[in-house]
């Protein structure tokens, strides 16, 4: 984390509402990832950015939508047509060049009720 | 395709005793390894990482890894544990398009 920040850490959402969670960097990296955890299932991509104003969809894209308005920014809402809403998300950014490590956010916890 | 495959959900040990958390992986493209802690409620932090050259990588904590291409493995390794250590561990390989796919992590639970 460090330049990543992810708010809130903890939402809590009534079923059939839309929630948006933040994600920010201040490293000025192109790159930003969604992933989505669950217990025993390790992470999993939700949607990825290589560029302003440009994101694609990865595994498990149904239910989420995303914009990159800003390079600093890759907010992803959680929509009524999630099925599962509840886990842990995380927001990463890529440094790019050949090693092109991911580094991740503190994470959201979001519950819906 | 890439895969990654932790095959122990949970390794018990007991403090100071060595550990050894198991990665297999599959990939038909140049192979880029890491391996990420994550301790609990929180995000992941890049342990290590393997990108090319010596196959004996070192990383933080006193953890590391040495990749073995005839056998697909990327193991990681610690010597002797503490209970800080204590958190889950997770595998990834880095595909196509430079996304990454994580195994399903390993519970390392260090025992006083």
């Known amino acids: 984390d460090g330049g990543i920040t992810q708010s809130p850490k903890y939402l809590f959402r009534k079923e059939g509402q839309n929630v948006t969670l933040s994600c920010e960097q201040n490293?000025?990296?192109?790159?930003m990832y969604w992933y989505r955890q669950d217990p025993g299932q390790g992470l999993r991509l939700i949607y990825y950015s290589q560029i302003v104003n440009d994101f694609q969809k990865g595994d498990i894209a149904e239910g989420y939508s995303v914009s990159r308005e800003k390079k600093e920014s890759f907010p992803l809402t959680v929509t009524s047509a999630q099925k599962n809403p509840t886990a842990f998300y995380l927001c990463?950014?890529?440094?790019?060049?050949?090693?092109?490590?991911?580094?991740f956010g503190p994470g959201t916890r979001l519950t819906v009720l | 395709a890439q895969s990654v495959t932790q095959l122990d959900s949970q390794v018990p040990v007991f403090e100071e005793a060595p550990v050894e958390l198991r990665c297999n992986y599959s990939?038909?493209?140049?192979?880029?390894l890491f391996w990420y802690v994550q301790y609990p409620n929180q995000g992941l932090q890049l342990l290590l990482k393997?990108?090319?050259?010596?196959?004996l990588v070192k990383g933080i904590n006193g953890f590391e890894a040495e990749f073995n291409k005839s056998q697909t493995s990327f193991h990681l390794r610690k010597p002797s544990v503490h209970i800080s250590d204590t958190a889950e561990y997770f595998c990834?390989?880095?595909?196509?398009?430079?996304?990454?796919?994580f195994g399903t992590g390993t519970l390392l639970a260090v025992q006083p």
């Open positions: 990939s038909s493209v140049s192979v880029y």
């Open positions: 990834a390989v880095r595909g196509a398009t430079n996304k990454l796919i």
């Open positions: 490293l000025n990296h192109d790159a």
């Open positions: 393997y990108l090319s050259g010596s196959t």
């Open positions: 990463a950014i890529a440094t790019g060049g050949s090693g092109n490590e991911q580094f």
